[in-house]
């Protein structure tokens, strides 16, 4: 597996020498400041498209035809137009088991952390009533359709659109031109401004874990997973807490010890089974070998 985009014997031909920029390099990836500005633009039409379905269709069904027409579609036809192979700059590139199951492990045991953390911070900057009654509403599960509604929209949809958009589209774009830790973290830092504002720290390590996880792997497919797990993890609490009871879900402490070793022992795993890493996101995408090499 190739685990660096616009790198390996796929990439695109044509390589120049140290410090120079080709035609073809600039073609696999938009440049950082337009990918923001994309980023932003699609993350606004995702909420005004939201909002007409919800008009016709009810909350229920909204979120994911929403997905579709305001992040995914755009970010295909985008990346299409502008790079030579989707796959590659969006990093939809083959993942192995192992490393798959470790990114089960890991993104569990970091949301039942960061729940820790987010009760900590509710005391101190508590999120308005009328925003959590909201994502009660968009969360409850009673029925199966509803169950249904909340899989399909809440985990999936969500896990898949966000994961294109933040770190394949805008994450790519800037690890290509500046490396892979200056992309993770404001990749993560704009995911938790537009997500959650009254959680922004759990919610920015979250995108820091899903960022190195994409980033490291060579996939984005890790991250879509991990994306799930949160969110379904989110999905259950609630219901299972909050819902019932009217009482937010909190983790026992003498747990917070053996979910950080599990983190660790999962976060160890990933590295060692995901392989060695790549080189730098590439500002040149590789050409062939030179002949007699």
Known sequence: MDNVVGTGPAAAPGAAGAGE??????????????????????????????????????????LLPSYILAVVGPILLITREHSPSVGKTLRLLPVKA???????????????????VAGLLEKTFPMPTWIEDFLLDMTRIRTLTEGLRVVSGVVLAAAVAEELLFRGFL????EHRRGRWF????????????????RLVPV????????????????IY??????????GTSVAGLN???????????????????????FAVSILGFVRTVGAPGPRQSREPAGPPEPGK
């Not at 299972?240 to 599990?262: G, K, Y």
Request: glycine residues 6%; aromatic residues 16%; neutral net charge.
């Open 21 to 62: 920029k080709t035609d073809e390099s600039r073609r696999y990836f938009v440049r950082p400041v337009t990918a923001f500005g994309v980023t932003l633009v699609c993350y606004v039409a995702l909420q005004v498209v939201a909002a007409v379905f919800m008009m016709f269709l009810g909350f229920g069904y909204a």
């Open 98 to 116: 192992a490393p798959m199951v470790f990114t089960l492990g890991a993104s569990f045991s970091f949301i039942l952390l960061q729940y820790h």
């Open 171 to 174: 994450q790519g774009s800037l």
């Open 183 to 198: 992309a993770i973290i404001l990749t993560s830092l704009l995911f938790a401004v537009l997500h959650d504002p009254w």
């Open 204 to 219: 920015f390590f979250i995108g820091v874990l899903l960022g190195y996880l994409a980033s490291r792997g060579g996939s």
């Open 222 to 231: 890790y991250s879509m997973v991990a994306h799930a797990v949160t969110n």
């Open 240 to 262: 299972m807490f909050a819902l019932e009871t009217n009482a937010e879900f909190s983790m026992p402490v003498a747990l917070i010890p053996v979910m950080a070793l599990v």
